[in-house]
């Protein structure tokens, strides 16, 4: 009897620190912040414009998805919580209609990233608990015929992934990048710079993440041998 082995993993991924540096994250809510992203919204604000979701560093992205066609993407960035506007005028219920339903369905979302980035996004994860609990929550509903119960994670802030509850496959800090090949390999997490975001190191520290749990026990997708030559 043969059994078909999921090839599919998840990418869950933030914005803020990794596609653009932290310090242009858009934050707190008041009338001038939401006000910036109604107009991200509404596409009458481009992200380049704020320094937001830049180009250079979703090519990065979308590159490192490109050698890994198995890997769909997640979102795990606080730009997951923009569900309601508390500023707009309540007196235009086609622009309070229009506002829920692309936010809601992350389409304002994929209309801001390359191409090969919002084909793969299948979704955001939830709110309740840690970082590491709402991605293994999502992973965990996701059908198990389809996707490996195996994830990677690339972030900027340790706090969503303390050492004591899961130990980074990669970290960044002012000494450079540092690899562990002996966490496990079923949730990998790569942390980086956020002032500086997705790097070509960091990229390549990502592809070798991928490598990593795409090689984890049964799965039939990537070959092990290829870490060692992608952290040299």
């Not at 293994?136 to 996707?147: E, K």
């Not at 050492?163 to 980086?192: K, N, Q």
């Not at 799965?219 to 030559?229: D, L, N, S, V, Y």
């Amino acid at each position: 009897m043969t059994v078909d082995i999921p090839e599919r993993i998840v990418l869950a991924v933030d914005f803020d620190g990794v596609t653009h540096s932290v310090t242009k994250e858009i934050k707190g809510m008041d009338r001038d912040t939401e006000e910036l992203r109604v107009q991200l919204v509404r596409g009458t604000v481009t992200p380049a414009s704020l320094g937001l979701l830049c180009e250079d560093k979703q090519q990065l992205l979308a590159e490192v998805l490109m050698r890994h066609r198995h890997v769909d993407v997640v979102l795990s960035s606080a730009w997951r919580s923009w569900e309601g506007f508390n500023f707009i005028d309540h007196d235009e219920p086609e622009d309070i209609l229009f506002e829920l339903r692309h936010v809601h369905t992350l389409d304002w979302v994929k209309r801001l990233l390359l191409p090969v980035i919002s084909s793969r996004l299948i979704g955001a994860t939830g709110f309740d608990g840690s970082r590491i609990d709402q991605i293994r929550a999502f992973v965990g509903q996701l059908d198990p015929a389809v996707y490996r119960h195996c994830w990677v994670a690339i972030d900027d802030q340790v706090a969503h992934f303390p050492t004591e509850l899961i130990a980074p496959f990669y970290r960044e800090d002012s000494d450079g990048g540092h690899y562990d090949v002996g966490v496990a390999r079923d949730e990998v997490v790569v942390l980086i710079d956020g002032v500086h975001g997705l790097t070509a190191a960091s990229a390549q520290a990502l592809d070798a993440a991928i490598v990593f749990a795409s090689s984890c026990p049964d799965f039939a997708g990537q070959h092990p041998e290829r870490i060692g030559e992608l952290i040299q």
